[in-house]
């Protein structure tokens, strides 16, 4: 696990939770919808969606929130902070920043030349 003191851990969680939030939200108003939903009933949702909505927009920030989900459960383990790549630490401000990333810098940018497509929109 990457080397975060206490007051980092902290620092780091506020920061998912917050971008968290501000997912559910965004994805609320596009879908003017009321309610907290984690990223799977919203999957659901989308799956029932009129086809005429685009939802490219919405996958992607579905996407982001599962990062950060899974962010949350990894917080208080061993690998927390590590890169899913080559296992180096992904870095404390990088982490605040986006607080979903699951790579290093090195490493999400090799990804992004590899797969384009699935580069994420904010990293
Ligand atoms: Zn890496």
């Excluded at 939903?37 to 982001?64: G, H, W």
């Excluded at 920043?97 to 030349?113: G, L």
């Amino acid at each position: 696990m990457a080397d975060f003191t206490e007051h980092q851990l902290m620092q780091l969680k506020a920061a998912l939770q917050k971008r968290y939030l501000e997912l559910q939200h965004e994805i609320r108003d596009e879908l003017a919808h009321t309610q907290d939903i984690s990223a799977e009933e919203l999957t659901e949702y989308l799956n029932n969606i009129p086809d005429d909505i685009d939802t490219a927009l919405i996958d992607r920030q579905i996407n982001e929130m599962r990062e950060l989900e899974m962010s949350m459960r990894y917080l208080s383990e061993l690998d927390f902070g590590d890169c899913i790549d080559c296992g180096n630490e992904i870095g404390f401000e990088r982490l605040l920043a986006y607080p979903s990333a699951q790579r290093c810098i090195d490493c999400q940018s090799r990804f992004e030349e590899a797969f384009p497509k699935e580069s994420h929109s904010s990293l």
